[in-house]
């Protein structure tokens, strides 16, 4: 399975970004991670196949993940962004399973 990520950019502070990721195939449980050149990649939201759903605490509240099962494509609704917020991001199986994809750029200008 491959799995395309967008949507990234450049946005201010409190800002709205939506990301799209793409599978070449039906998966089971996803997530989103999101690495930047200080800090390993972390797991920010997951989503089951059912639609049960995780954050890490530092996005708990402003980013929303959600899945289409019928088109094998997830999203993360990320809101009130902050400058810490800024990251490359990547979908992947949770745990992650498949090769990473070349991410999507989020920068949060404070």
């Known amino acids: 399975v491959q799995l395309q990520a967008s949507g990234g950019g450049l946005v201010q502070a409190g800002g709205s970004l939506r990301l799209s990721c793409v599978a070449s195939?039906?998966?089971?449980?996803m997530g989103w991670y999101r690495q930047t050149p200080v800090k390993q990649r972390e797991l920010v939201a997951s989503?089951?196949?059912?639609?049960?759903?995780n954050y890490a605490n530092s996005v708990r509240g402003r980013f929303t993940i959600s899945r289409d099962n019928a088109k094998n494509t997830m999203y993360l609704q990320m809101n009130t962004l902050k400058p810490e917020d800024t990251a490359v991001y990547y979908c992947?199986?949770?745990?992650?399973?498949?090769?990473w994809g070349q991410g999507t750029r989020v920068t949060v200008s404070s």
């Open positions: 992947n199986t949770k745990p992650p399973k498949y090769a």
């Open positions: 989503i089951s196949i059912t639609g049960v759903t």
């Open positions: 195939g039906s998966i089971g449980a």
